[in-house]
C-alpha cells in the first residue's frame, strides 16, 4: 500500500522540512475574536511562506482541493489547526454518499443522475440554487471514480438498509455482514416519505470505505484512536478515503502545517485576498497566497458567537456542536473578508446522549423501529423509523414552538422492543464499543450505553399515561393501533412494516424520557458561494481570491431533511475537488 503513514508525518511536505520547534505542542486555542479585515496597509512587510494556494482545514473539503490544485500543477500550503490531519471526515464510519455512481450500476441500479436530484429535492432542497445542487449531482460520480483511482477500496455487498445495525436475535451486531457492506441505506432513501422522489428507481446511497486489505499497523492504530465504535469493530472508517488523499497531497509536494490556526486574512489595495496570518503556539506567521485562499474549516457553530448571531432557535433547544473545526475564526475571516453567511439555521442534529438511547438503530431493522414517540401531551410528532437527523430535527422545533414546561419528549415501547434494545445496549458496553452509561427507573442500577435517562413502566397503556400525566396518550395510542390495523401510518407515513399495535399483552410499556439537553450536530449554512466554490459577497459578486469548500460553505442538504449519512463528505470532496481543479484551470 506504499510508506507507512505517521499522523506526525504530515508535518513536512516533499518539497521541505518544517521547523518541527514551530510546530510542536497542543493546538492553540482560538482567541474567539473576530479578525480584522486586512487592508494594503496592513500587509505584512515580510512574508514567511507563500504558495499558490492556501488551505484553511484537511478535512474532506480542504484535502480535496489541495489534491486537485497540485495536480493542476499549482503549489499549496495547508494550514490546520488540529495535531492530526483530516478534519471530522477521517474520523467517521467510512460513509460517503452520492448517487448514480459507477459502482451503483456495476451493482445492478439503474438511477440516474437526474433522478438522484430529483430525490434530493424530495428530501428537501428546493431552496438551494439548481447550478448547486447540480454541481453535487452530475460532478458526484467523478469524485467516486477518482478516490477509486487513488485506491480507495469500497466494501462488496450490498444491503438495501442501515448496515451498521444488522442484528443477531440477541440484539448484538452482526459485525460480519457489516463489515461486507460497502452500499446500503443510512438514510431516507428507501422511506414511504421520499422514496415516491426517485421515480420508481430508489437505490442505496452510502458507499463504505475499507481496509480490510490493508496491513499498514500506522493505519490501524489509527483508526483505533480516532474512528467511531462502529468502524473500530467493522473494518470501515473515514480514513479509508482520507489517508490515500493526504498521501497524494504530501506526495505531490503539498505542505501541511499542523498546530497552526488562521485567524486573519490579507486583502491587497485590489480587494484581492491575498494571504492569512496563522498562530503556532506563542507565535504566528503570515502566509502568502498568489492564487487563492480557501476556507474548509469545518463546523464553525462551536463559535459561541457565531451560534448567537446566526444560529437561530437551535440554541433554545439543547444544540451542542458536533464535528471537528477551528473554533470559528475560519468563518470569521471569511466574514471579514467580504463574505457572508446563508441557511444558517437548517440543521442537521443527532444525538449520543439520552436520545441515542433510543435513536441509534435507525431503519427498518432497527431495535425500536415499532416505538414511537410522542411529546408532552402524549401526541406524535414524527415518523420514528426515518433518518435519525430527520427525527431530531422535527424534535428540536416541536420543543421550541412549546412551552417550557412543555418541552419534554418520550419514546413508547413495547416490552419486546425494550427489552432487545437494553441487549444490543449492554452487549456494546460489554464489546468495549461504548461507554458506560445509566437508566433510571426501574433500571437505576443498570448500566448501558445513555447516560442517565428517566424510564416509566407499567403494565398498561392507561396507568402509563397517568404515570406520566398524559391523558392523550390513550388516544394516540387508539389512533396509531388504527393505522395498524389499516397497514398505513395516517399520520406520519412510516414504513407499514414497522406498524405493530400497542395491546395488553405487549406489555409492560415502557417510556424513555428524551432529554431535553443534548442534541448534537451542525449548520448547514454556511458561506455563500458560486458554481466555482467562490465565496460572494453580500451584493452576490465573488470576492477575488477567496473559495469555501466543506462546513465552512452553504450545503446542498438546506431542508431538514438530510437524505443520508455521508452526504456531508461527498459534497465536500466534490466541491474540493471543483475548486482545485478551477483554480488549475487559471494557472
Not at 7 to 32: D, K, T, W
Not at 275 to 289: D, F, L, M
Amino acid at each position: 500500500m506504499g510508506e507507512s503513514i505517521s499522523r506526525r508525518s504530515f508535518l513536512v511536505g516533499a518539497a521541505g522540512a518544517v521547523a518541527a520547534a514551530g510546530l510542536a505542542g497542543c493546538a492553540p486555542q482560538p482567541s474567539g475574536q473576530a479578525a480584522a479585515a486586512g487592508a494594503e496597509s496592513d500587509l505584512p512587510e515580510a512574508w514567511d511562506k507563500e504558495a499558490d494556494v492556501v488551505i484553511i482545514g484537511s478535512g474532506a473539503g480542504g484535502a480535496a482541493a489541495a489534491w486537485w490544485a497540485l495536480k493542476g500543477g499549482l503549489s499549496v500550503i495547508v494550514l490546520e489547526e488540529r495535531e492530526e490531519a483530516g478534519g471530522s471526515a477521517i474520523e467517521n464510519a467510512g460513509q460517503i454518499a452520492v448517487g448514480a455512481t459507477s459502482i451503483h450500476k456495476e451493482r445492478g441500479y439503474d438511477a440516474t443522475s437526474d433522478q438522484f436530484k430529483a430525490f434530493l429535492k424530495a428530501c428537501g432542497t428546493d431552496g438551494v440554487p439548481d447550478e448547486l445542487l447540480d454541481i453535487f449531482v452530475y460532478q458526484g460520480p467523478e469524485m467516486i471514480d477518482w478516490l477509486t483511482d487513488i485506491g480507495v477500496k469500497w466494501a462488496p455487498e450490498t444491503i438495501e438498509d442501515n448496515c451498521l445495525i444488522i442484528q443477531n436475535e440477541d440484539g448484538s451486531i452482526d459485525t460480519d455482514a457489516v463489515s461486507r457492506c460497502g452500499l446500503n441505506s443510512l438514510g431516507n432513501e428507501f422511506h414511504p416519505n421520499y422514496i415516491g422522489g426517485w421515480d420508481g428507481h430508489p437505490q442505496p446511497l452510502c458507499l463504505m470505505a475499507t481496509w480490510d486489505d490493508l496491513e499498514d499497523e500506522e493505519f490501524v492504530e489509527y483508526r483505533k484512536d480516532c474512528m467511531s465504535s462502529f468502524a473500530m469493530d467493522c473494518h470501515h472508517g473515514g480514513a479509508a478515503y482520507m489517508l490515500p488523499i493526504l498521501r497524494g497531497v504530501r506526495d505531490m509536494g503539498g505542505e501541511i502545517l499542523l498546530n497552526t490556526t488562521a485567524t486573519r486574512g490579507y486583502k491587497d489595495e485590489t480587494g484581492q485576498v491575498v494571504g492569512v496570518y496563522a498562530e503556532q503556539g506563542s507565535g504566528g506567521i503570515s502566509v502568502k497566497a498568489n492564487k487563492a485562499v480557501v476556507i474548509a474549516a469545518g463546523n464553525w457553530m462551536t463559535d459561541s458567537d457565531l451560534l448567537e448571531q446566526y444560529a437561530g432557535h437551535v440554541q433554545y433547544v439543547g444544540f451542542y456542536p458536533l464535528s471537528v473545526s477551528d473554533g470559528g475564526t475560519a468563518m470569521k475571516i471569511g466574514l471579514d473578508m467580504g463574505g457572508h453567511i446563508v441557511n444558517s439555521d437548517s440543521y442537521w442534529l443527532s444525538s449520543e446522549s439520552s436520545f441515542y438511547l433510543f435513536s441509534s438503530t435507525t431503519g427498518r431493522i432497527g431495535t425500536t423501529a415499532p416505538a414511537i414517540y410522542v411529546n408532552a401531551d402524549g401526541a406524535r410528532f414524527t415518523a420514528e423509523d426515518e433518518y435519525t437527523p430527520g427525527t431530531c430535527g422535527r424534535l428540536a422545533y416541536d420543543r421550541f414552538v412549546s412551552p417550557v414546561e412543555k418541552r419534554n419528549r418520550y419514546v413508547i415501547l413495547r416490552d419486546e422492543e425494550y427489552n432487545r434494545h437494553m441487549a444490543l445496549l449492554k452487549w456494546r458496553v460489554d464489546s468495549g464499543l461504548a461507554g458506560t452509561y445509566a437508566v433510571g427507573g426501574v433500571d437505576e442500577n443498570a448500566e448501558y450505553e445513555c447516560d442517565y435517562t428517566t424510564m416509566t413502566h407499567a403494565d398498561t397503556i392507561p396507568e402509563l399515561a397517568e404515570a406520566l400525566n398524559m391523558p392523550f396518550l390513550e388516544t394516540q395510542i387508539a389512533i396509531y393501533n388504527d393505522s395498524v390495523e389499516k397497514g398505513v401510518d395516517l399520520q406520519f407515513n412510516r414504513f407499514p412494516e414497522n406498524l405493530r399495535p400497542f395491546k395488553d399483552e405487549d406489555g409492560p410499556f415502557h417510556a424513555g424520557l428524551v432529554s431535553p439537553t443534548w442534541l448534537g450536530g451542525y449548520s448547514h449554512g454556511g458561506l455563500d458561494i458560486d458554481t466555482n466554490g467562490q465565496v460572494l459577497d453580500s451584493g452576490y459578486k465573488p470576492i477575488p481570491g477567496l473559495y469555501a469548500a466543506g462546513r465552512s460553505a452553504r450545503s446542498i442538504a438546506e431542508g431538514t431533511h438530510e437524505p443520508s449519512t455521508g452526504l456531508s463528505c461527498a459534497q465536500a470532496m466534490v466541491l474540493g475537488m471543483v475548486i482545485g481543479k478551477h483554480l488549475s484551470s487559471e494557472a
